[in-house]
């Protein structure tokens, strides 16, 4: 009998993986059915999950890191089940202040992320910088690079909390000068004329951890049948989308109206990470732009949670190494081990690393052999030991 699971997810090219996996069937294969409902906004999503109006939720990776460390709005944990992505965001910023970047010599690369930092600083005035969440990678990643490039960041910055398919519309009204957002909202402020993406945060940090699927602590021990009929289920529909030639059609099916409700060419390219970059038609193509599979992308390496357990703890004056110890514990690596084995999936030996340390692919020990991680580098080149 088939067994359904409410999934709540926000439009965004990096729900592909959940629904790929009821569109082509991967999820019917495991005698599951997902029932979307689309919410508003990050902060709904969490509570909606919280309270148990859904299942399980595409949600922002930082988000029960945030809800360990005591700063969710509804008392209770939660638990990230596996990786949906790695990168897949882009920083836009308007036409004005891209002229005067281009007028101040910068040639909008989008690659070179020092460069670029460079000269958005060097504008000299406080910017207004849009993100979907206080608690995402998307503010993490900013955070992270602006500061490395000597700004004092947040503090030098007018933050403002906008739902991603607002983020364009405010960027058009002048209510924020930039924002940093997943695809396909940058390029869509692009399209109407109002914006330059100026770099992919796969340029500041290789392979970082962008969107999971996340359930209430408790809920896939509770239901483990279709716990692990999700993650199977999600761990084929990653390895499907991550084939080139699949990747038109996956547009196709994110770009209906029950899903993203966009043009099928801008969804389109944000999957295969070739961008139109402005008005005036400046093309760039950005390198594994988003992943869903390859490189175990798909595994809650307890590293990144431990990351952004330390970036949230410097932040706010929490104690770093509790923060780091609870972020650890939400990253549920025994619940993706125990339910992906039987299907030889590519799980690693080890469940932290020391990350920014390969600049190239690299064979490593797995529990059936070896897996190749992807580069993983960070853009000033520094290095975070999650032991240390």
Known sequence: ????LKVGFIPLTDAAPLVIAQEIGFAAEENIALDFLRVPSWSAMRDYL???????????????????????????????????????????????????????????DF????AAGQALIGLGRQLRIGVPFPFSMHAELLYYWLEALGLAAPQALSVRTVPPPLMAEALAQGEIDAFCVGEPWGSLAVENGHGTLL?????????????????????????????????????????????????GTAAEILARPGYLDLPVGLVERALRGDFVISPRGDIRHADRFVTFHDGAANFPWRSQAAWMGMRIAKRLGLDRRESMA???????????????????????????????TLDHPTAVPSETGRVILAADRFFDGSVFDPMA
């Open 326 to 356: 609870a972020a650890k514990a939400v990253f549920r690596t025994d619940l993706y081990r125990a339910h992906l084995r039987g299907i030889r999936a590519d799980l690693p030996s080890a469940s932290e690393k020391v990350e920014g």
């Open 111 to 114: 690659a070179d992320a020092t």
């Open 50 to 108: 919280m309270l148990g109006h859904i299942d399980v939720a595409h949600m922002l990776a930082p988000i029960p890191v945030a809800n360990a460390l005591g700063l969710g709005s509804v008392e209770g944990d939660l638990d990230v089940l596996a990786a949906l992505n790695l990168s897949g965001n882009a920083i836009t910023v308007s036409c004005d202040v891209a002229r005067e970047m281009r007028a101040a010599g910068y040639g909008f």
């Open 199 to 247: 770099l992919p945060t796969s340029a500041i940090w290789n392979t970082a951890i962008e969107k999971v699927v996340a359930a209430r602590r408790g809920w896939a021990e509770a239901d483990p049948e279709r716990a692990g009929g999700l993650l199977r289920a999600l761990w084929k529909a990653g390895r499907w989308l991550d084939q080139p030639e699949k990747r």
């Open 1 to 4: 009998m088939t067994k359904v």
